[in-house]
């Protein structure tokens, strides 16, 4: 006889997930957007054009454009708001840019971090204290960033680097303590570190894989994510009770894009409505968890595929790229089809 399933979170669900487009709140945009972030209450926009970021104010159900600047000379790659009027800018010529809101007068970077041999793909920060970033490069290195002095909230140094990973490493996430991070690479290979804000990393387990992915993410302390590239099936890790390794366990099919994929647009999973948004070529899937205690897992999950957006895009790459804001209400794309920023607002039916 099985054993019976413990159900960890048991309330009662609504019975559909979905984020609805406005197509009054749109904006027409030709250059290319490879990176948007929300500040931390959802009043501004930071979305790049090529170099340049454009900030855009969300106000009352509309939008309005406030102004435009150099962000980089080259492709910006990614950008991350920080709750202290700050964002960070990382771009394909190396480099790391740190930004202030109260200098848009007269926009200039506060802060370079320079240390990368080549383009930087994903960017994360500590998520207790945003005392630490943490970079991953086509050079294969991850960095970490470290505040000298929490009283002076500009002063960067390069703590440290992990130079294990042989191919361009292409995702990052860090569990909600903070205490594990994960990276995933090209040629199919998983790493899994330990350390904190305060200590030093270290690689604890690496993992193989079938292909190379550019996702990868954290549900809980016991759950990750790896999304592999050209694949419609979603794979899922949990840790095992027995070895204190984490394993595939299983995984989640839905309908496979016929486009190719690229690092922009990093999956984003939301701990308070337990829903995944992750890409996959030219469509983002939202995804229920639901959790419950196995036999060989001490958390197991099951997932549930509530919404499929589909973009259509023509492109091989995908095409698509975009952000969701801090606590999920907003995501805002943009693709090669319409040459348009959208907005999308999460929806409970």
């Not at 250059?31 to 501004?44: P, T, V, Y």
């Not at 960017?123 to 630490?132: A, K, R, S, T």
């Not at 894989?209 to 809980?220: K, L, P, V």
């Not at 070529?281 to 549930?304: A, M």
Request: charge should be positive; glycine fraction near 4%; include cysteine.
């Amino acid at each position: 006889m099985k054993k019976q399933q413990k159900i960890i979170n048991n309330a009662q669900q609504p019975k559909y997930y979905a984020y609805q487009h406005n197509p009054e709140i749109q904006v027409k945009q030709k250059e290319r957007s490879l990176a948007a972030a929300f500040n931390k209450d959802n009043s501004l926009l930071a979305i790049s054009a090529m170099s340049k970021i454009k900030l855009i104010q969300l106000k009352n159900g509309s939008i309005k454009y406030i102004q435009s600047f150099c962000g980089n000379s080259s492709y910006i790659s990614t950008i991350t708001f920080m709750k202290n009027k700050t964002f960070i800018i990382s771009s394909q010529d190396c480099s790391i840019f740190i930004w202030t809101l109260n200098l848009m007068n007269n926009p200039k970077f506060i802060f370079k971090l320079k240390d990368h041999k080549s383009w930087i793909n994903c960017i994360i920060l500590h998520p207790l204290q945003e005392d630490l970033i943490i970079s991953g490069s086509k050079d294969t290195t991850l960095k970490f960033w470290s505040l000298s002095t929490p009283s002076l909230p500009f002063n960067w140094f390069l703590k440290q680097t992990i130079t294990q990973h042989k191919y361009e490493i292409y995702g990052l996430s860090l569990n909600q303590e903070g205490n594990k991070l994960i990276s995933c690479q090209g040629h199919g290979l998983i790493f899994i570190m330990q350390g904190s804000n305060k200590s030093f990393w270290k690689v604890i387990q690496t993992i193989g894989t079938n292909s190379y992915g550019y996702r990868i993410n954290f549900i809980t302390n016991n759950i990750f994510v790896f999304q592999p590239c050209m694949s419609n099936s979603l794979q899922i890790f949990i840790k095992n009770v027995n070895t204190g390794n984490y394993q595939h366990a299983r995984y989640l099919r839905y309908k496979k894009s016929q486009y190719n994929c690229q690092t922009s647009f990093p999956a984003r999973y939301l701990p308070d409505r337990q829903l995944l948004l992750i890409k996959h070529g030219d469509t983002l899937n939202l995804i229920k968890f639901i959790f419950f205690e196995s036999q060989l897992y001490q958390q197991d999950c099951n997932c549930i595929l509530e919404q499929c957006l589909e973009f259509n895009s023509n492109e091989f790459n995908g095409g698509l790229y975009g952000g969701l804001s801090e606590n999920g209400d907003i995501l805002v794309t943009w693709d090669s089809k319409s040459q348009e920023i959208q907005i999308r607002q999460f929806k409970e039916m």
